[in-house]
């Protein structure tokens, strides 16, 4: 069974540094895609940026870029999310997503339960 | 741009059909995925690929596409199909990577 288990819930200040993660199972790490989508409260979904365990290749949106760090060990099958740098805006609730490509397209098969992360 | 758009409220009647769209440039399968989210709950896959299903997921829940529009078609809506639902993108050539749209909520009366 394909499981991915988040870290816990982060209260920080704003200039705080902070990395959380996501531990996978149930299926060969290095073979997916695998990263993170960002919620605001009461908004929709944004993509953040995936990592591809086998080869380390990292893409990010945009938007994000710059500003996290997306990582994955693959010793201990676990995906990271870093910010060196928190500013308010970046309170949210983010999930793990694992990603397979399929014909050319990539879509977010399991989905972790969320950290949220406050930022004051 | 690669922004796709979606309205942000739809309703059906219980038992009726109810189509959800994804608007925006080069939104045609089997690029768009499609994922439901309830309150409180992290999202679901519902439709990925050519019209693909996870096998956890109802036959009463399909997609297709023209060359602008991708749409998700619930048929026989139940009260347990109410939620959120986000259409997403990948841009195969260029960035961002994944798009999503901005999310329909579907209400069942």
């Known amino acids: 069974e394909v499981q991915l288990v988040q870290s816990g819930a982060e209260i920080k200040e704003a200039g705080d540094s902070l990395k959380i993660s996501c531990k996978a199972s149930?299926?060969?790490?290095?073979?997916?895609?695998i990263g993170w989508v960002r919620q605001m409260p009461e908004k929709g979904l944004e993509w953040l940026g995936l990592?591809?365990?086998?080869?380390?290749?990292?893409r990010y949106s945009p938007s994000f870029q710059g500003h996290v760090t997306v990582s994955a060990d693959t010793s201990l099958t676990t995906a990271y999310l870093k910010w060196a740098t928190l500013k308010s805006s970046d309170s949210a609730t983010y999930f793990c997503?694992?990603?397979?490509?399929?014909?050319?397209?990539?879509?977010?098969?399991?989905w972790g339960p969320g950290t949220l992360v406050a930022v004051s | 741009s690669s922004d796709v758009t979606q309205d942000s409220a739809v309703s059906v009647t219980l038992g009726q059909t109810v189509t959800i769209t994804c608007r925006g440039d080069?939104?045609?399968?089997?690029?768009v995925s499609w994922y439901q989210q309830k309150p409180g709950q992290a999202p679901t896959l519902l439709i990925y690929?050519?019209?693909m299903r996870p096998s956890m997921v109802s036959d009463r829940i399909s997609g297709s596409s023209s060359v602008t529009t991708a749409s998700l078609t619930i048929t026989g809506a139940q009260a347990e199909d109410e939620g959120v639902y986000f259409c997403s993108y990948r841009h195969r050539d260029g960035d961002p990577w994944v798009v999503f749209g901005g999310g329909t909520s579907l209400i069942v009366l």
């Open positions: 690929g050519k019209n």
């Open positions: 080069n939104v045609s399968l089997p690029y």
């Open positions: 149930g299926y060969i790490f290095v073979r997916f895609w």
């Open positions: 997503v694992r990603g397979p490509l399929y014909g050319g397209t990539i879509f977010f098969d399991y």
């Open positions: 990592v591809y365990p086998g080869d380390a290749d990292v």
